[in-house]
């Protein structure tokens, strides 16, 4: 079997490079010890004497997180409560999270996000002060937890206000390399975007979203992070088959980072509301603080923006292709302007080659099979560029429909470099497409595993494959060769290598296995 109870080998390694703790404690109801803290009261690091860190430490005191570059620009929600409700005029809401009961436990680490993104060292996961801040039982003094406000389009139908209904964001932390992070935890508590929601999270989806994040990171794809694992005997009822079931499970948080977390129903919820001037403000901050090629003093800066969203949302879903990977939930309020993947849930990766292939059950309709992603996204990008229209003038938006018309060539094109990287083909040739789609058909007919065809592509020599001499241990590649067209697509794929000018079998073998995930 190439996959372990629905979760892919991939994933599997991924707990090496994750540091275990196993410190127990009790939770610590924090919210009322930080209440002096206000939205606007809050001060920069430079203020609190803080100095830039160059060097890890498990130290807290010489640690620091600020809201301060959020909230001075981005408004915040005028109303204090932590009340579910329509929110209107603000970016984010102010909500601490809600701390568990029971005793919390330390599941997991990712010392790489630790020592490299936050420039802590590992043993911080040992301290009460560590264990407290990913659980949601206390803020760092000086950050001022939020909750962000967003809209979207769910399942093609706009939903109206949905937001963060079980994450705070907790600070904003730039490390000694000038990169700004923001800490978001997952499962903290109840926000006014709960909805109908309990703001809890439970192990069995936190696991695996911390699992993803960091396989997707590994696997070379733009993503969130995941930092830590927690979890609580705290009881959190859910319905996992959505078949009326409702099973007791154990509450989780996952601290994740990434550059930002807002996605295209942040702009979307403004358009919605009207609130067009609150929205120039956030995409001037979006474009500024993460965009730097696009020019702020140029009157096409939106419509720049626009153009860079597009071409990278290709990208990000060609990327997804290369490795099977399935979102499951592909909502305009899960897909980020900064084209990383975010808000892992019923997501996927494909065994046998299928573009039907749905992870999520509620799915019901496959609109967010894998074979059908790339025409999501473009359905996306077209609600971007409806909540971008007010902002634009009537040139403006003739471009910005043409930048749009180009997503599909942008998509196509990246695709298929990376499928030649995966074949080991160099250089292009106008038949390469025909040959990568032979390929996936005959995958599909033969319901041959994706991940492994490709693996042992990459292993197998050519000789082997003149002379249809495939081992036994090339089962994936076995079940391919079941099929009666097999042998015409080998022919048309050695004739193709031979054009690999300066290329050698051994060369090849070595860097398809580089290109291959």
């Known amino acids: 079997m190439s996959r372990l109870h629905g979760v892919p080998w991939l994933l599997t390694w991924v707990v090496l490079i994750c540091q275990a703790g196993c410190c127990l404690l009790d939770s610590v109801g924090a919210a009322e010890s930080f209440s002096h803290l206000r939205p606007f009261s809050n001060k920069s690091n430079l203020d609190q004497g803080y100095c830039e860190r160059k060097r890890k430490t498990n130290n807290f005191s010489m640690w620091s997180l600020s809201s301060e570059s959020l909230i001075a620009t981005l408004p915040v929600d005028t109303i204090p409560e932590n009340s579910i409700r329509k929110v209107r005029d603000c970016i984010f809401s102010v909500a601490y999270p809600t701390p568990f009961i029971s005793r919390v436990l330390l599941v997991a680490v990712s010392k790489d996000v630790l020592e490299d993104i936050l420039d802590l060292d590992v043993s911080v996961k040992e301290t009460d002060d560590f264990l407290q801040l990913v659980s949601g039982g206390k803020v760092v003094l000086g950050s001022i937890p939020l909750a962000h406000r967003y809209g979207g389009h769910q399942f093609g139908s706009w939903a109206g ?10 600070g904003v932390y730039t490390n000694r390399y000038g990169e700004r992070w923001e800490l978001q935890l997952k499962g903290s508590g109840k926000t006014p975007y709960s909805r109908n929601g309990d703001g809890r999270a439970v192990l069995r989806s936190s696991v695996r979203e911390f699992l993803c994040s960091e396989a997707m990171h590994y696997l070379g794809i733009p993503t969130s992070r995941a930092a830590s694992l927690v979890v609580s005997n705290d009881d959190v009822w859910r319905d996992q088959f959505y078949n009326g079931s409702v099973k007791k499970e154990r509450g989780a948080v996952v601290l994740r980072v990434a550059k930002s977390w ?12 009207g609130e067009l001037d609150l929205q120039r403000t956030l995409l001037d901050f979006v474009i500024q603080e993460h965009f730097p090629s696009v020019n702020m003093n140029d009157s096409n800066k939106y419509l720049d923006f626009f153009s860079r969203v597009v071409l990278e949302t290709a990208n990000l879903i060609a990327l997804w292709m290369s490795v099977g990977f399935a979102h499951g939930v592909c909502n305009t309020d899960n897909f980020s302007l900064l084209s990383i993947t975010i808000d892992y849930g019923p997501f996927g990766f494909m065994e046998s080659y299928d573009p039907n292939f749905v992870p ?13 992603q790339a025409n999501v996204g473009m359905f996306n990008l077209n609600k971007l560029l409806q909540a971008l229209k007010p902002v634009l003038d009537r040139r403006q938006k003739q471009l910005a429909f043409q930048i749009l018309e180009g997503y599909s060539e942008h998509y196509y094109t990246c695709f298929t470099e990376l499928f030649r990287a995966k074949l080991g083909l160099l250089g292009e040739s106008e038949d390469d497409n025909y040959l990568i789609a032979f390929l996936l058909k005959l995958m599909e ?38 099929h009666k067209f097999f042998s015409d697509w080998v022919t048309i794929y050695l004739l ?4 690999n000018m300066g290329d050698s079998d051994s060369t090849r073998r070595k860097r398809m296995t580089v290109s291959i995930k």
Request: proline letters at 1%.
């Open 161 to 170: 206000q949905l937001g963060d209904g079980r994450a705070h964001l907790i």
């Open 262 to 273: 807002f996605r295209i129903g942040s702009l979307e919820i403004l358009a919605h509301s």
């Open 360 to 372: 999520n059950t509620s799915d019901d309709e496959r609109r967010y099979k894998i074979g059908n």
């Open 445 to 482: 007919d033969t319901k041959a595993d994706f991940t492994m065809a490709f693996r042992q592509l990459s292993e197998i020599t050519q000789d082997q494959l003149k002379e249809l001499r495939i081992p036994q241990e090339f089962w994936a590649l076995q079940d391919l060769a079941k």
């Open 496 to 499: 193709r290598l031979g054009r």
